[in-house]
């Protein structure tokens, strides 16, 4: 089956670190550039990252840039993102997306199903 | 940056309505607009990418159109699985995406 599943959420204090993960399985993952979008509770969808398909570019939301690092191990078919002296406005279900291939390049076909980073004293 | 905007944010339709949902941009997107549904506790689903083209899988009830910076998604004869919040989303620089800040279509 063809999936993007996403682990590390959890519950950190304000200025630590937490490593989200997503496995994708089921797909020639190096065929993509992916992305990191995340949503605060009751908000709407903000993308955070993306990374190219062999990992030698990266572009990041203004208000993480210095903090987050996407990066990506193509032999393991994983996604990471670093996330450094968190704040509280950090706190999200955050996805991992598939940037689709041609045609559908730079709109996100497959999504993962989320997970809980919340930040918090 | 490009900046995007929704219209309505908040939709109050019947079963069989049509709706239509427009965005706008702060600059000329050359059709790169992606339609997105999404419902509570779910994760987004494609709807629609290239301002028009409809996603593998999708009802052929759904429909996008524009161009430059003014975009619009049709639901022809709203069904009662439409009922989720909708966002647009630019994808004109692979250097920064955006959304947009998403309309919900509730039930009258």
């Known amino acids: 089956e063809v999936q993007l599943v996403e682990s590390g959420g959890g519950l950190v204090q304000p200025g630590g670190s937490l490593r989200l993960s997503c496995d994708a399985s089921?797909?020639?993952?190096?065929?993509?550039?992916m992305s990191w979008v995340r949503q605060a509770p009751g908000k709407g969808l903000e993308w955070v990252a993306n990374?190219?398909?062999?990992?030698?570019?990266?572009y990041y939301v203004d208000s993480v840039k210095g903090r987050f690092t996407i990066s990506r191990d193509n032999a393991k078919n994983l996604l990471y993102l670093q996330m450094n002296s968190l704040r509280v406005e950090d706190t999200a279900v955050y996805y991992c997306?598939?940037?689709?291939?041609?045609?559908?390049?730079?709109?996100?076909?497959?999504w993962g199903q989320g997970t809980m980073v919340t930040v918090s004293s | 940056d490009i900046h995007m905007t929704q219209a309505p944010s908040t939709l109050s339709a019947s079963v069989g309505d049509r709706v239509i949902i427009t965005c706008r941009a702060s600059?000329?997107?050359?059709?790169?607009l992606a339609w997105y549904q999404q419902k509570p506790g779910k994760a987004p689903k494609l709807l629609i990418y290239?301002?028009?083209s409809l996603e593998s899988g999708v009802p052929s009830r759904f429909s996008g159109s524009g161009s430059g910076t003014e975009f619009a998604l049709t639901i022809n004869s709203l069904q009662p699985d439409d009922f989720a919040t909708y966002y647009c989303?630019?994808?004109?620089?692979?250097?920064?995406?955006?959304f947009g800040p998403g309309t919900k279509v509730d039930i009258k």
């Open positions: 997306a598939r940037d689709g291939n041609s045609p559908s390049q730079g709109a996100f076909d497959m």
């Open positions: 089921g797909l020639t993952f190096s065929n993509y550039w």
């Open positions: 990374i190219k398909k062999d990992g030698s570019e990266q």
């Open positions: 600059q000329s997107l050359s059709g790169w």
């Open positions: 290239k301002a028009s």
């Open positions: 989303q630019q994808y004109k620089s692979y250097s920064l995406f955006t």
